[in-house]
Nanobody, 115 residues
Framework: QVQLVESGGGLVQPGGSLSLSCAASGFTFSSFAMSWYRQAPGKDRELVATIFSNGNTHYADSAKGRFTISRDNAKNTVYLQMNSLKPEDTAVYYC?????????WGQGTQVTVSA
């Protein structure tokens, strides 16, 4: 069965860093685009970054220059390195695996940026 398990969330001070991981199983990881989304209270879920099966990446403007998405196909894991965190980065962060024909979501991990 398909599983996407996020980890690495927590509480961090403004200007700090966090590294999120999403471990995947139950599908051909290397064939899927992997994305990180986030949803803040009262707001819609929004795309943060995507890494495609060929390694190309795409970032939301809010993430450019601060966040880095990467993947390790041998470990079936996608990462999100977040630096220079701001209070407005506070949200639940979700991992998504997608192709043209199907997609899967993880359960999310909370990131809170606060002094």
């Amino acid at each position: 069965q398909v599983q996407l398990v996020e980890s690495g969330g927590g509480l961090v001070q403004p200007g700090g860093s966090l590294s999120l991981s999403c471990a995947a199983s139950g599908f051909t990881f290397s064939s899927f685009a992997m994305s990180w989304y986030r949803q803040a209270p009262g707001k819609d879920r929004e795309l943060v970054a995507t890494i495609f099966s060929n390694g190309n990446t795409h970032y939301a403007d809010s993430a450019k220059g601060r966040f880095t998405i990467s993947r390790d196909n041998a470990k079936n894991t996608v990462y999100l390195q977040m630096n220079s965190l701001k209070p407005e980065d506070t949200a639940v962060y979700y991992c998504k695996a997608s192709t043209m024909y199907r997609y899967y979501w993880g359960q999310g991990t909370q990131v809170t940026v606060s002094a």
